[in-house]
């Protein structure tokens, strides 16, 4: 589907903000490669052993990237809302089967880019290159954070963090699915968020 003006309009503003500004041609050219696609509730974006073909930017609605262990319990590595990217980036870049599944956790629009279509504009506009290794450094170092605090910090600490780092999520999302992100169980973060309310 041909993107809504109103879906570019929040992808350019991302990059204005964040990155490097785009000119007009980057944006006609970023722009012209970029298709829409709604996605309702429950349904994947990714499926695990399905390679990833598309770099994707939430334009409304919401995400989690999951792992599912031989026990059938769900680990979630990742949420994205708007104006967030949602990639399997080791299944994308690789173009190998990957090894998790992406649902949308609300009724969802992203804009999506194909992986050859990304690399012809690293090839053609560097600016394209510049800005998605700044977007791949910063999801690096946000993993590198988790998997410190994982190792080194309490559920409460993690809990806390995961509120600082997300305070838009709180409020969207359901303890089982903050618990599976945070690696504990649902009653005991329901427990963390009873001895937090301050006593009357």
Request: a negative charge; hydrophobic letters at 40%; proline letters at 4%.
């Amino acid at each position: 589907m041909k993107p809504h003006t109103a879906s570019l309009a929040a992808l350019s503003a991302y990059f204005q903000y964040d990155y490097f500004p785009l000119t007009d041609e980057e944006e006609e050219a970023f722009a012209s490669r970029f298709t829409e696609r709604p996605i309702k509730r429950r349904a994947f974006l990714l499926q695990q052993g399905d390679i990833c073909q598309y770099a994707s930017f939430v334009v409304s609605g919401g995400f989690k990237m999951y792992a599912v262990d031989q026990g059938g319990k769900e680990h979630i590595l990742q949420f994205a809302v708007e104006n967030e990217w949602m990639t399997d980036l080791a299944s994308f870049y690789a173009q190998k089967p990957s090894g998790v599944y992406i649902e949308a956790l609300e009724s969802s629009v992203v804009l999506q880019i194909k992986h050859a279509d990304l690399l012809d504009l690293f090839t053609h506009f560097h600016k394209f290159d510049r800005n998605f290794r700044i977007l791949v450094e910063r999801g690096y170092i946000a993993l590198q954070h988790r998997i410190l605090q994982s190792i080194s910090a309490n559920a409460e600490e993690r809990y806390q963090n995961f509120l600082d780092q997300h305070p838009h999520l709180a409020q969207r999302l359901p303890n089982t699915q903050i618990a599976s992100y945070l690696g504990i169980t649902p009653e005991f973060l329901s427990k963390i968020r009873k001895d937090r309310v301050p006593k009357a």
